[in-house]
């Protein structure tokens, strides 16, 4: 509800809707005040899938409107291709990604695969820790964007925060006018003033435009905060900006994270802190671009570092925390990969306490996964060494156990 | 003295200056103040009936909108030789995104036209046959469902022809591709597979549906000018003979174009929300072979031995278009009159129905020979 | 923190009885949080939904695993699901049903918590009586604030108007009051036994 009267504030023209689980209620409400003359003028195009909402997206956003749409996972997915065509042709559209397991097994709950799979679409990619700072991100994704002529994707907790009542502030139209100016483009489709868009660039000139694209993300490190700096003095409360540190300053060991589980995260380092350990926590909150010297400049100092994140590169182990190494080059400190809440496994206050207890004592792999059944894994990696025959793993388990029905907490 | 009918058939088709006409029934290329939109300079093949069909159409559109027009284009031969950093062909505001996606970016232009107010401009969706039958189906489906205020034009060379000829959605039966090769005993392209989005077009009962030739260009520039004065979804499909990718000689483009017509293998129509409303009747019947013969991707039928099994289903796959759409000739038309015109075309085939040749005037002759050209 | 677990069946509106509960704490200038664990949503199936309310910003987002208070909506769920999984010793559980906890089968778990604060109310037939639906989600809220005291009445009232109108809301009001007093009366009648 939050992120759809914020995108409603910012006016956009034409928003585009394809369901999918978690992100319809968003469009479902924006579809509303449409109807309703509320958000006026506003095209409204109920497409027929989301590689058709993001390419209505284009067309809208070439013509020189402010555009807007919703995604998540599997339909992230769909629209990849014109994702890269969005960023290359440096159109600004903000979207929201509802994050989302992607399948196989389909998963509808909650982690970062989706947007991680497409870190390197060209989008400038920002995560909300709560819903307030979702609504935030949105009034300032759409300023970023058109000041950088960049898409924008603000990533916020599919159902962790997407389904979560929570206390928000919706600011005053006025407000938002204000903050975000009418959208003016350098170079639009009018037939007053004729242009090409979107050309065939050989190999004299690709690398340029690309190089470009980059450039530009570099220059998003500058932006960024700087828009968070005006936000707040025009709202009146902090959100936003490149990363956020919490009690990190005299901390031995840091935890990195992205996202809603920051905020468990912080009760947890608070009934530590309160025992006396040291440790403190670094949020990103821009993950593209990713703010190398920051993220290395928060974290330089302490003993260990504890990346937790919801994301998995199959065969390899960490994202964010590959991103966090690269920031690290040349320090010597301790670091450990978490992997956790893949699919919308809980990741409980319980849970965290453990794992921090372990990581302290520096008896963490480098590469963990919490919470993970290992008895389970174990039993299926057994079974396909010994019988050889390929097959669907999660099928597998479940015939293993016998599950029928759900499970609830 | 003999009686001799003479047909006057559209003189301005072939002979673009068409001076005989009322300046106002003249077509938009006989006119010096036309846009040409898609200008000079374009890297396309010598005889390309894309580049043909995109320019009759477009220039006709700019002239219906007063030049307020803005194109989304697919990716394909069209966009790829029309666009080559740093340079373009194009005279008005055009942009390409993707292979799938002219009917939904179309979509999303139109819908900021409109909220902006400015529904005085119109958008023209286009694509080659691989962009809108096969990987844009769906998108293009959903244009039409929607009803959304775009004119949707795929130009059908009948295989992905950028990509260097391979099978597409719209392909014909027995048609040679780099995919459909008529190795051992495959005819080439299998019968019984592709789609006819004309008529799925009309299924979606969308305001207006025509297919037109570059053989016919008044007919063709009609149609988009009839286009332009609805509004809703709109879809016109116009043949473009490919000559690289068929095996043709480039300067029988507009033949090939009017053989496909006049064989029956294209049915020329226009519709209006899922109903037929006019046809474009077959002069005079052409057996398919006339057409097939002056393309190699057909080469493997006329082989030794040839496959003649083959090349009568195509005749029937012609006569039941003919049976369905009603495009027989009318009854006095095409007969055995004395003297009866070839068409300037160089067509002098036999149809079936005809008693036997008539008197050729001299003229005649020589045009004939002329636009055959050396076999 | 005062952490309460709602568990129901998928259309029950468990959803939006931990919604409205977090909106009545709002309503006292308190901070609040309500989200569903989002398992199978079909009609009929066990669902669970969680409200966290304080007087501090509310961080933690994981499920409620150790509530304070437990509603349970529908009692055939008490067999199938562990309701009571996490709930402390102190901790206050009211179930709606016009039956007894020693005729729902529960009589041994006034051992493990404490009898005075596990309670019944018949919230489906006050709902049926007031709303003529058996809807007893909201109803169940005006018990639970005289269980538990953590909001009042008026609170979980002006929450109840302010998302619903008309007779619905007047119906839901009307329950949940009566639902209030019910177990006031219940909570009374313990003491003085």
Redesign the interface.
């Given at each position: 509800m939050g992120v759809a009267e914020a995108v409603a504030l910012c006016r956009p023209e034409v928003v585009c809707a394809y369901p999918i689980t978690p992100q319809t209620h968003i469009v479902e409400h924006l579809s509303d005040m449409v109807r309703a003359g509320d958000l006026d003028p506003c095209e409204y195009v109920t497409v027929e899938s989301e590689f058709s909402a993001m390419s209505v997206c284009i067309g809208a956003s070439a013509a020189g409107a402010r555009a807007y749409t919703a995604t998540a996972s599997q339909g992230l997915l769909y629209m990849a291709e014109a994702l890269f065509n969005a960023s290359g042709l440096g159109l600004p559209i903000v979207m929201t990604c509802a994050n989302r397991a992607v399948g196989a097994p389909i998963n509808i709950w909650n982690d970062h695969s989706d947007a991680m799979s497409q870190r390197d679409s060209g989008w400038i990619q920002l995560y909300a820790e709560t819903n307030q700072e979702a609504l935030d991100l949105h009034i300032q994704a759409f300023r970023i964007a058109e000041e950088l002529s960049l898409p924008v994707m603000v990533c916020m907790d599919g159902f962790i925060l997407t389904h979560a009542f929570e206390r928000i502030d919706v600011p005053a139209q006025e407000q938002v006018d204000s903050f975000l100016p009418p959208f003016k483009p350098r170079q639009i489709l009018d037939p007053d003033d004729p242009v090409t868009i979107g050309a065939v660039v050989g190999p004299e000139a690709f690398f340029e435009v690309k190089y470009l694209a980059h450039a530009k993300q570099i220059d998003a490190l500058d932006l960024i905060p700087e828009i968070a700096s005006e936000f707040s003095t025009t709202f009146g409360r902090e959100s936003g900006g490149l990363i956020r540190s919490y009690r990190a300053d005299d901390a031995e060991t840091i935890v990195v994270a992205l996202g809603s589980v920051l905020g468990t995260i912080e009760d947890v380092v608070d009934e530590l802190r309160e025992q006396g350990v040291k440790i403190g926590v670094v949020a990103i909150k821009s993950f593209r671009p990713f703010p190398l010297e920051e993220v290395r400049e928060a974290l330089c100092d302490a003993e260990r570092v504890v990346v937790l994140e919801k994301a998995l590169a199959v065969g390899i182990g960490g994202i964010v925390s590959a991103n966090v190494r690269m920031a690290l080059s040349g320090i010597h400190l301790h670091g450990y990969t978490v992997i956790a809440g893949l699919g919308g496994r809980p990741i409980t206050k319980k849970s965290l306490h453990r794992l921090f207890a372990d990581a302290i004592e520096d008896e963490l792999e480098p590469l963990s996964f919490l919470d993970l059944d290992r008895e389970r894994v174990d039993r299926e990696l057994r079974r396909m060494r010994d019988e050889h025959r390929p097959g669907p793993h999660a099928e597998n388990i479940v015939r293993d156990m016998g599950i029928v029905g759900s499970r609830s907490h | 003295m003999p009686y001799q009918k003479l047909k006057m058939y559209q003189t301005g088709t072939f002979v673009v200056g068409n001076r005989l006409l009322d300046p106002d029934e003249r077509s938009v290329q006989a006119r010096t103040e036309r846009s040409n939109t898609l200008t000079s300079g374009h890297r396309a093949c010598q005889g390309c009936g894309e580049a043909l069909g995109a320019r009759y159409a477009l220039d006709a559109a700019m002239r219906a909108t007063e030049g307020k027009l803005i194109a989304a284009n697919a990716t394909g031969c069209l966009e790829v030789f029309s666009t080559p950093f740093p340079e373009s062909s194009w005279q008005l505001p055009w942009i390409h995104s993707l292979f799938a996606n002219a009917a939904p970016v179309a979509t999303g232009v139109q819908a900021a036209l409109r909220a902006k107010g400015r529904t005085d401009v119109r958008v023209v969706g286009q694509g080659g046959d691989g962009g809108t039958v096969d990987i844009g189906f769906a998108c293009l489906s959903g244009m039409f469902e929607r009803n959304d205020d775009v004119l949707y034009i795929c130009y059908d060379n009948e295989a992905y022809m950028n990509t260097g000829v391979q099978r597409s959605g719209a392909t014909p039966p027995a048609v040679r591709t780099a995919n459909t090769k008529p190795i051992g005993d495959h005819p080439g392209n299998v019968f019984g597979q592709g789609k006819n989005v004309p008529l799925i077009a009309m299924a979606h009962e969308i305001p207006y549906v025509a297919t037109a030739t570059v053989a016919e260009l008044r007919d063709l520039e009609h149609k988009v000018e009839r286009a332009m004065e609805l509004r809703g979804a709109r879809y016109i499909h116009i043949f473009v003979p490919c000559p690289l990718g068929w095996g043709s000689a480039s300067r029988d483009t507009i033949r090939l174009a009017r053989l496909v017509k006049e064989t029956g293998l294209f049915p020329v129509f226009e519709a209006e929300h899922g109903e037929v409303t006019g046809v474009s009747k077959i002069r005079r019947r052409i057996p398919v072979e006339e057409y097939l013969k002056l393309q190699r991707r057909y080469a493997h039928l006329f082989g030794d031995p040839p496959r003649t099994d083959i090349v009568e289903r195509i005749q029937a796959d012609a006569d039941r278009n003919i049976r369905r759409f009603g495009l027989q000739p009318d009854e006095d038309e095409g007969r055995d009159l004395p003297g009866a015109a070839t068409d300037a075309a160089g067509l002098d085939a036999k149809p079936h129905d005809l008693a036997g040749p008539g008197e050729e005037s001299d003229l005649m002759r020589m045009l004939a020979e002329t636009h055959r050209g050396p076999q | 923190m005062f952490e309460v677990r709602i568990h129901g069946r998928g259309g029950q509106g468990a959803v939006t009885a931990?919604?409205l509960l977090?909106?009545a704490a709002?309503n006292e200038g308190r901070?609040?949080?309500?989200?569903?664990?989002?398992?199978?949503e079909r009609s009929g199936?066990?669902?669970?939904a969680f409200c966290r309310i304080d007087d501090r910003e509310?961080?933690?987002?994981?499920?409620v695993?150790e509530p304070d208070a437990l509603i349970i909506q529908d009692p055939t769920l008490l067999h199938q699901?562990?309701v009571f999984s996490g709930l402390s010793p102190e901790g206050c559980i009211l179930i709606n049903s016009g039956r007894s906890l020693d005729e729902l089968g529960l009589g041994d778990l006034t051992e493990r918590f404490r009898h005075e604060r596990m309670l019944t109310v018949p919230a489906t037939d006050l709902a049926r009586e007031h709303l003529g639906r058996p809807v007893p989600n909201l109803v169940l809220l005006g018990g639970f604030a005289a269980l538990s005291g953590v909001v009042s009445l008026d609170s979980v009232a002006a929450a109840i108007r302010g998302k619903y109108s008309g007779k619905v809301a007047e119906g839901n009001v009307a329950a949940a009051t009566e639902a209030f007093g019910f177990v006031r009366g219940e909570i009374e009648e313990v003491a003085r036994a």
């Open positions: - | - | 931990a919604e977090s909106v709002f901070h609040a949080q309500a989200f569903p664990s989002f398992g199978s199936a066990p669902v669970v509310i961080r933690v987002r994981d499920p695993a699901v562990n």
